[in-house]
């Protein structure tokens, strides 16, 4: 099993940054892909980004509507994973979870791909 813990929402103002971090414990972490979703009130849940096992290159994937405002990484520390939101808009204000699993080529953004979940991180962006 791996036990997820999500940090580093809060409040910031539009075209702001913050960063998220997922640190685990458990299973070998670096092992698993490892996915950013988010749900804001009243919508789904949607995937936001997803890095791929270490063994797998640490593959990057983004949707389309975050690519190259947010960056995925791990990080030194082999248990951590982070999401760097830089140019916040206001449409970015949701519940940020991350989640680990080996989801099936294609299907990260479905919620059903994947296996572990941490409690979310609340980021609110204003205008």
């Known amino acids: 099993d791996v036990q997820l813990q999500a940090s580093g929402g809060g409040e910031v103002q539009a075209w702001g940054s913050l960063r998220v971090s997922c640190t685990a414990s458990?299973?070998?972490?670096?092992?698993?892909?490892v996915g950013w979703l988010r749900q804001a009130p009243g919508k789904q849940r949607e995937g936001v980004s997803c890095?791929?096992?270490?063994?797998?290159?640490?593959?990057?994937l983004y949707a389309d509507s975050v690519k190259g405002r947010f960056t995925i990484s791990r990080g030194n520390a082999a248990n951590t994973v982070y999401l760097q939101m830089n140019s916040l808009k206001p449409e970015d204000t949701a519940v940020y979870s991350c989640?680990?699993?080996?989801?099936?080529?294609?299907?990260?953004?479905?919620?059903?791909?994947?296996?572990?979940w941490g409690q979310g991180t609340l980021v609110t962006v204003s205008s």
């Open positions: 989640t680990v699993g080996r989801p099936p080529f294609g299907l990260w953004r479905e919620t059903a791909s994947w296996n572990y």
């Open positions: 458990g299973d070998r972490f670096a092992d698993y892909a």
């Open positions: 890095i791929g096992a270490a063994s797998n290159g640490s593959t990057k």
